[in-house]
């Protein structure tokens, strides 16, 4: 009879034991870089111009210091807005120059922030 609670035991233990490492492993695979989705990236202003909105790059603008993705608005398709282009920063252009001002980034993705060089 204890030999019989020994194995449940131990099963148990076994169970348990493998439980516990699939759930970490699950966790670690969530939280390993490159592969969380919205994750903050870092760009230069060198590195930024590559997504410009052209052949097939992604269109991003910076705001004070903050990288907005504007791929998908209509207004930016082929990475340029009203004589803006996109891998650019356009913090400037934004608050002096354009009739809408920031109203326009609340609906935008952010994807990260500008860094130096
Ligand atoms: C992240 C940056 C920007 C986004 C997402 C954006 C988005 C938009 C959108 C959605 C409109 C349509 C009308 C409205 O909602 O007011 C618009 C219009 C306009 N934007 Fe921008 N904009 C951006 C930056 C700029 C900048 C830097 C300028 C600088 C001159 C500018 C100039 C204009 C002008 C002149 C219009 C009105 C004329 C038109 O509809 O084409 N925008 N923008």
């Known amino acids: 009879m204890k030999k019989i609670y020994l194995i449940v ?5 076994v169970f348990t034991v493998v439980a516990c490492s699939q759930e970490n492993a699950e966790t670690t695979t969530q939280a390993s870089p490159g592969e969380t989705e919205g994750e903050m990236i870092e760009l230069t202003l060198e590195e930024l111009s590559q ?3 052209k ?17 998908d ?5 082929g990475g340029s807005h009203n004589g803006n282009t996109a891998g650019q920063d356009v913090s400037d252009q934004i608050a002096n120059l354009s009739p809408h001002g920031k109203r326009v980034l609340n609906n935008l993705t952010v994807v990260g922030t500008l860094v130096e060089e």
């Open 9 to 13: 035991l131990v099963v148990l233990l």
């Open 51 to 53: 997504f410009n909105g």
């Open 55 to 71: 052949d097939g790059n992604k269109a991003y603008v910076a705001v004070d210091g903050i990288i907005y993705d504007v791929t």
């Open 73 to 77: 608005v209509p207004q930016w398709q």
